[in-house]
């Protein structure tokens, strides 16, 4: 089951498993799919989780309202870890945590892809819920899995141990992987939680155990609040890790608000919104005006909307989505864009086929970029009246919709 904070396009249904039901705690390791090679840390994850013993923490789940084996997981992947304990462990409830939506969505794609082993497809684990929201859903979780990358942001690693422990019930167990066999940092976290830390190592990577053995003292809130002008307003903005760009203001947005102008009733569009400082500016300039800022990150949606209600905006709207289709085409007057510089502009061609859509004909695409020349080769192919000029460090890419 795919659970998101907003509706979303290609909801795939759900399906029930047609594998055979193991014993009540049995886990069965012979299934092994055929499909996306899993990333380092998610294999050496599950070779530490299929031996576990779950007897203690299905004694732990029988006490609750809940009798079946809680499980909560996250992945830089496509979760396989999650899906083969699922899969495995049927008696399980496995919540596999996402904070964007595309990589959620592409988890669920790779889950049902064709099997050799399971002709002619694959059927998603009823027992296994895929869910996109700005925070772990809160219930009580007798297991917790976190395969961890040791190149990502070190803030949002803290946040995700820290949700994972903080939700284990008394008793429960949080295993982690990082894809480092060197590590320190890690461990040092893991710490910080319960002293008695045990340690597998492997040649690529290394897995941390520990249990939980009393509540968390306190919790650390990784939220930002930051203040920055526009027009001579004073805008606060919230941001969390994950979340674009997390405790500054980006430089780029700060150039795409000094290059647009905003009229009475103007219909705005925010693509890649982030935590939402363009949304803030271009919204608070004139109350008239409408803006719909669109992420496919839930948590940056999430501060967006806290960051509405702070500085009493009213004329904003939200979506969840990672499609590019955003409601009726030909609706907007103008659409802004920041996009991120990675994915050889596949990303960015993105932005502007979504912007083409929505806009009315006539209407004005306006982005910001440090890589000016693609722009200039390639803005054309969707738009008419193209522009690319300096803005300080930056670039401002403008078109209009034929």
Same mark, same amino acid.
């Given at each position: 089951m795919l659970r998101l904070e907003s509706q979303i396009l290609d909801n795939p249904s759900q399906l029930e498993s047609q594998s055979e039901t193991p014993n009540l705690g049995e886990i069965t390791t012979e299934w092994v799919p055929d499909r996306l090679t899993p990333r380092i840390e998610e294999q050496r994850l599950w070779e530490i989780v299929k031996e576990l013993d779950l007897a203690p923490f299905l004694q732990i789940a029988s006490k609750s309202s809940n009798s079946k084996l809680q499980v909560a997981s996250i992945s830089f992947g496509r979760s396989q870890a999650a899906?083969?304990?699922?899969?495995s462990t049927p008696d399980s409830q496995v919540t596999c945590w996402y904070v964007d939506q595309f990589q959620a969505f592409r988890a669920t794609e790779h889950m049902a892809l064709p099997d050799e082993k399971l002709q002619p497809a694959k059927e998603l684990p009823t027992n296994l819920e895929i869910a996109c929201t700005a925070d772990l859903p809160l219930k009580e979780y007798q297991l917790a899995f976190i395969p961890l990358v040791s190149s990502g942001e070190a803030e949002l690693s803290r946040d995700f141990l820290q949700q994972m422990f903080h939700q284990l019930a008394i008793g429960g167990r949080l295993v982690v992987s990082v894809d480092n066999p060197e590590d320190r940092w890690v461990h040092d976290q893991m710490k910080g939680f319960e002293k008695s830390v045990k340690v597998r190592k492997f040649a690529d990577a290394v897995v941390y155990m520990i249990d939980k053995r009393t509540p968390l003292k306190k919790l650390k809130d990784f939220s930002c609040e930051l203040a920055f002008r526009d027009c001579e307003e004073l805008i606060q903005l919230i941001t969390r890790p994950g979340v674009f760009s997390h405790r500054q203001l980006d430089n780029g947005a700060r150039q795409l608000l000094d290059a647009v102008d905003v009229y009475p009733g103007a219909r705005l569009l925010d693509i890649g919104c982030g935590s939402g400082s363009v949304t803030l500016g271009v919204a608070k300039r004139d109350p008239s005006a409408k803006v719909h800022a669109v992420d496919s990150n839930s948590r940056a949606l999430?501060?967006?909307?806290?960051?509405?209600?702070?500085? @009493?905006i009213a004329n904003v =709207? =939200?979506?969840?989505?990672?499609? @590019?289709?955003? @409601?009726?085409?030909d609706q907007f007057d103008m659409a802004l864009a920041n996009p991120p510089y990675? @994915?050889?502009?596949?990303?960015?061609?993105?932005?502007?086929?979504?912007a083409h859509r929505s806009l009315r004909p006539g209407g004005r695409l306006v982005l910001v970029t440090k890589q000016p020349n693609?722009?200039?080769?390639n803005l054309e192919r969707w738009l008419i009246e193209c522009d690319v000029f300096e803005s300080r460090r930056y670039h401002i890419a403008s078109g209009v919709k034929p």
């Amino acid at each position: 089951m795919l659970r998101l904070e907003s509706q979303i396009l290609d909801n795939p249904s759900q399906l029930e498993s047609q594998s055979e039901t193991p014993n009540l705690g049995e886990i069965t390791t012979e299934w092994v799919p055929d499909r996306l090679t899993p990333r380092i840390e998610e294999q050496r994850l599950w070779e530490i989780v299929k031996e576990l013993d779950l007897a203690p923490f299905l004694q732990i789940a029988s006490k609750s309202s809940n009798s079946k084996l809680q499980v909560a997981s996250i992945s830089f992947g496509r979760s396989q870890a999650a899906e083969w304990f699922a899969r495995s462990t049927p008696d399980s409830q496995v919540t596999c945590w996402y904070v964007d939506q595309f990589q959620a969505f592409r988890a669920t794609e790779h889950m049902a892809l064709p099997d050799e082993k399971l002709q002619p497809a694959k059927e998603l684990p009823t027992n296994l819920e895929i869910a996109c929201t700005a925070d772990l859903p809160l219930k009580e979780y007798q297991l917790a899995f976190i395969p961890l990358v040791s190149s990502g942001e070190a803030e949002l690693s803290r946040d995700f141990l820290q949700q994972m422990f903080h939700q284990l019930a008394i008793g429960g167990r949080l295993v982690v992987s990082v894809d480092n066999p060197e590590d320190r940092w890690v461990h040092d976290q893991m710490k910080g939680f319960e002293k008695s830390v045990k340690v597998r190592k492997f040649a690529d990577a290394v897995v941390y155990m520990i249990d939980k053995r009393t509540p968390l003292k306190k919790l650390k809130d990784f939220s930002c609040e930051l203040a920055f002008r526009d027009c001579e307003e004073l805008i606060q903005l919230i941001t969390r890790p994950g979340v674009f760009s997390h405790r500054q203001l980006d430089n780029g947005a700060r150039q795409l608000l000094d290059a647009v102008d905003v009229y009475p009733g103007a219909r705005l569009l925010d693509i890649g919104c982030g935590s939402g400082s363009v949304t803030l500016g271009v919204a608070k300039r004139d109350p008239s005006a409408k803006v719909h800022a669109v992420d496919s990150n839930s948590r940056a949606l999430s501060c967006l909307s806290r960051s509405l209600k702070l500085n @009493g905006i009213a004329n904003v =709207t =939200t979506e969840l989505n990672h499609s @590019g289709v955003y @409601g009726e085409a030909d609706q907007f007057d103008m659409a802004l864009a920041n996009p991120p510089y990675f @994915g050889d502009f596949r990303i960015a061609e993105k932005f502007i086929a979504a912007a083409h859509r929505s806009l009315r004909p006539g209407g004005r695409l306006v982005l910001v970029t440090k890589q000016p020349n693609w722009y200039r080769e390639n803005l054309e192919r969707w738009l008419i009246e193209c522009d690319v000029f300096e803005s300080r460090r930056y670039h401002i890419a403008s078109g209009v919709k034929p």
